[in-house]
């Protein structure tokens, strides 16, 4: 992690390692590429940082997937922020799409992710 991407966020992120993440990038008129299995290695309610097996460019567009103990969520939009090669694939940093600006805004995700945050956070403790 830089200096940089540490100074950009507005909160702390908290290991995840044991939350899957499914990840889809988002394709033009609704046409979604495969999907890959990535390694969560942070997170917070506004993005995480995920290992995965290739590289993805920043702006890609994302659908994830997350499945952890006592909680679950599908379909959350992100996009790709920094990737860098990292252990033996990418660290790929990614920021949730519901925060970016108040017409993409969704309380239900907000609230999904406040509780997966809170989750990790605690254990993190």
Known sequence: MTSDSADRRIKDRYPA??????VRERGFFSNN?????????????????VLCPRPLEPGTRLLMDFEGKYISESKVCARVVECHPFQAGYRVSVQF????????????????????????NHFAS
């Open 33 to 49: 590429k495969s999907s890959f299995q990535a390694t969560c290695l942070d997170l917070n309610r506004y993005g995480m940082a």
């Open 97 to 120: 799409s519901y925060c970016l600006n108040k017409k993409g805004y969704s309380r239900a995700v907000d609230n999904a992710l406040s509780r997966l945050e809170g989750f990790y």
């Open 17 to 22: 390692s044991c939350l899957r993440v499914q």
